[in-house]
């Protein structure tokens, strides 16, 4: 069977923690939104039309033959739990999938530094805002949350978060990492030397063969001003 | 066995979501750190004494016997399926894992309307921010969310939010439609004709028995400037 993954095209956005678990596993998949037609396709989902049995508020979303499933860490835990990138035991399931909630929250933490206000609106129009919310972000949450994963693979001798291999949780935390060492280069210099283990799993989750192979694609879409994690220079630490 | 919630004291918080499915299911369960050394307890678990398998970021996080989990939806999605609150179907728990993380997100932009800044400072220090970042909840977000819910239960039979009974995908959405019409009176008033469903559901699930006596009982702690949904009526819709 070949998965359908919606999102929107153009960002890797929080799809690309879906495409992650994917293309490690080298499972068939259409992305669907990036294909003629597939936006429209995509937007009659979320009408409720084509008889899917969910009703997504907003990508990304996940069909499977006939099941269906909508939200990030829902969907990575699907998928890792189906496709035998999970841990195997009951409580490392749960770790998994707590973890994977937890880098939600900073993913939906690093959003609102650059739409703090008002997601409707521009990045411009609530600039100043932003700079208060990257400095609180940057102070305290990035090193709460950074420094939870990095104690937490220090609690496991396999140095991953859950279980005693790579799982999808730790793509996500792969994820992350690049994706605010983009936004907030600075800032994620001047942490490194406290997160240790956290980078050392970035590295070896990047050279699992089949991310490399993606990540060196064109299917790995470049950051840009669109997704989720946002170079804008001012929002950084000061140089 | 008596499960162990373990939430800070004298707020309802995201613990209330988890408290609501073991009181409907009648479950035994310590609310840990409402009780005598309670908190010393949690803070040690937090700090990674103790020997739990799962280091918590945060409350709330639950010992069922030898598993620990953590982050409200992970929470509610394993109490639920493993008490018989959630779908039997396996398109049915998709669904509800779904839905509970999207009640998750409008828990989260509930709570940045009163700390759009920085969640360390206090609502004073950011209230004019907050009142735009209200602004934009009130006219856009919540619909968003709550229409959502209401056309979801629409297109099922059942009058529920996934599968043919109440799960605790219900009771989240309960709680949801109480905090937020505690903290957003005028607004939540304009959107009632919108949401006759919703309504529907949320009196429904606060009639189910042991859920009833819940909320007449002391251990459901009232509103209050603590939570996620507090009552600022500048926050509101104006008179």
């Keep these: 069977m070949t998965y359908q993954l919606f999102y929107w095209p153009g960002l890797q956005g929080r799809g690309e923690f879906v495409r992650l678990v994917l293309e490690d596993v080298g499972a068939p998949y259409e992305d669907v939104a990036r294909g003629p037609g597939g936006l429209d396709r995509m937007r009659a989902v979320m009408r409720g039309e084509g008889g899917a049995p969910l009703l997504p508020l907003a990508p990304p979303f996940l069909r499977a033959d006939d099941l269906w499933v909508s939200q990030t860490a829902a969907i990575t835990s699907f998928l890792g739990e189906r496709l035998g990138l999970a841990p195997a035991d009951e409580q490392g399931r749960l770790t998994a999938r707590s973890l994977a909630l937890t880098i939600a929250d900073v993913v939906a933490e690093a959003h609102d530094t650059h739409h703090p206000v008002a997601v409707e609106k521009y990045y411009d129009e609530q600039r100043e805002v932003a700079q208060a919310r990257a400095a609180s972000f940057r102070a ?93 220079p001012e929002l950084d630490d000061p140089a």
Tied chains: 1, 2.
């Excluded at 991953?160 to 280069?185: E, I, K, M, N, R």
């Excluded at 989750?205 to 804008?232: C, D, K, M, Q, T």
């Design 140 to 232: 305290s949450r990035m090193a709460k949350y950074l420094g939870h994963l990095e104690r937490t693979i220090e609690r496991n001798p396999a140095g991953v978060l859950a279980g005693s291999d790579v799982s999808y949780a730790d793509l996500s935390a792969f994820q992350v990492v690049d994706g605010l060492t983009h936004a907030f280069p600075r800032a994620m210099a001047r942490l490194r030397p406290d997160l240790p283990r956290l980078h050392a799993l970035r590295d070896r989750v990047a050279a699992r063969p089949r991310l490399a192979a993606y990540l060196a694609s064109e299917r790995r879409l470049p950051f840009n001003l669109h997704g989720i994690f946002r170079h804008y």
